[in-house]
């Protein structure tokens, strides 16, 4: 290039969010590093993508999706002006920084934390701090107030520990709270409790959920927000004026019709996460108790480091997330769970390599 890089220049200082590897599909490689479902959707909801294909495409979606909104409102008891709807939950995630954060505000998250907050708030011209998980993993609520951010994200389960904070920290964060509170749910549908009881008395509350993980759909790009409908307002200015299509809007409708139809999957989930949890500590790992879809794994010592797994499963032909650039995560894994076939395989290669 002759000129001068014509980009911002907060733009070009910042490297871009790093998604997991998405492999070949030629590549018979078992997924276990992005957290999606093992099992597909529930046949009315590929019926509905598929019959929307023979809708009008010709013609632009519902622009706010209420179609969406309002069977979200009914799944989860709320009112349609509660619920926005995004293209993924990275892309509520983008509005909310839109929204509530100004050039070099401050911006903040318990962190190890999802990278995709802080690559978000760069663009947005915002300054992102870390506040460190104190050693017990309980939520540092004195730290993050003291951190006068205009806006806080909490995770929960948290990615990528899995572990959960009591709903009441997150109600006490959002009293004293200087600004907004994200309560990224994500991973909800695989835990014990939500968040959504707090919305009522709360209104510095955001809540966002995903379909790419509990509910099948990553392929789709769907995500939801719940909030009161003063927030949701301001929100829906800074949306992409058709952010999901009408394939999108109609499977997520039928998922959000048919969440019952979810249940005997999610539980398979959760009791092969006890059981992948009991043995990979069986085998020296050290895992924290996680409410996820994934668990993180201390390697043993005087085995392999983090990447070394990493590696090694790979040529297993198991694909896990290692998270090396974040010291604190540089002697773990991350593991996505999958079904028991794909879990013994898993174990199995885990043991070759032991
Ligand atoms: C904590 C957390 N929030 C949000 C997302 C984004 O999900 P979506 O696929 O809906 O954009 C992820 C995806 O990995 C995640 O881990």
Redesign the pocket.
Known sequence: MNRPNPARIDIQKMSGYTPGEQPDPSRPLTKLN??ENPFPPPKAVLDAILSATKQNLRLYPEPSSISVRQAAAKAYNLKPEQVIAGN????L?TMVLRTFVGHKQLVTAPAPT?S?YETLTKIQGGIFKDTPWPDDFSLPIDDLIKSNAQLIFV?RPN?PTGHVVPLADIAKLCENAPGVVVL?E??VDFAEDNGLSLLNDHDNLII?R???KSLGL?GL???LGFTNPTLAAEMHKVRDSYNLNRLSQAGAVAALDNLAAYKPGIAAIRNERSRVTIELQNRGFTVMDSQANFILATVPKDTLNGEGWLNALRNKGYLIRYFGSDPRLADKIRITIGTKDEMDGFLQAVDELL
């Open positions: 992005t957290n993924g939950s990275d892309d995630l999802y995709l995770v990615a990224d994500a991973y966002t995903t379909m790419s990553a790009r769907v995500g």
